[in-house]
């Protein structure tokens, strides 16, 4: 009879283990593009901001990217490596125009956007991103032609800092290393329960 109670009990513990394995693995997050800076043609201090916007955020499905900016003044087109390469901006894959414009994740592989008004892609308001592939790495890194500055823009709060989304690793097998060794506390918690109950 102990031994089938030990059973059960294993069962509850194990069974609760994998709910919160699978809880963990479906967080997503909704970037707001260009930070407090929002979407529109970057500045003379910051003429870069999309390019090392999207190097500083690790995007997966199930993630969505928000853009804010004045309606009456801005857009988002997503349009094909070609069209961002040459600032093409006939014939969009997709066309946002409210202002407060979100576009969800579901693909993996290169997105591309810029600004719907002539003129902005030239003055780099345009943004290539790569969605992570299920084991952890991108399928191309964004082409670029500086490396990330040394040091990143800090913004002051009046209410404290601002909570930063999970940041790329350098490598897939960095990334796929901590993802497995933080379900390390999980186990251990769990074996220990099952351990106490057993007694």
């Known amino acids: ?9 294993f069962r509850f513990l ?7 394995l699978q809880i963990h693995s479906v967080i997503c997050y909704q970037y707001k593009v260009g930070d407090l800076d929002s979407w529109g043609l970057p500045t003379s201090e910051n003429p870069k901001i999309y ?10 499905i199930g993630d969505s990217l928000m853009f804010l900016y004045p309606p009456s003044q801005d857009s988002v087109i997503q349009v094909t490596k070609e069209s961002y390469n040459s600032c093409n901006l006939k014939d969009p894959i997709l066309s946002m125009k409210d202002g407060n414009s979100v576009f969800n994740i579901t693909t993996y592989g290169d997105l591309f956007f810029t600004s719907g008004v002539a003129g902005h892609c030239e003055k780099n308001q345009k943004l290539h991103i790569s969605v992570l592939s299920g084991n952890g790495s991108s399928a191309s890194a964004p082409s670029s032609d500086g490396a990330l500055p040394e040091i990143s823009p800090s913004y002051p709060t009046v209410f404290g800092g601002i909570p930063a989304a999970p940041m790329a690793n350098s490598s897939s097998s960095s990334s796929s290393l901590s993802t497995k060794l933080s379900f390390f506390p999980v186990l251990v918690a ?6 106490i109950l057993s007694q």
């Open 51 to 60: 390019m090392y916007w999207s190097k500083y955020h690790s995007l997966k």
């Open 14 to 20: 194990l069974q609760h283990v994998v709910i919160l």
């Open 190 to 195: 769990a074996f220990a329960g099952l351990l």
């Open 1 to 9: 009879m102990a031994i089938l109670e030990s059973f059960l009990r």
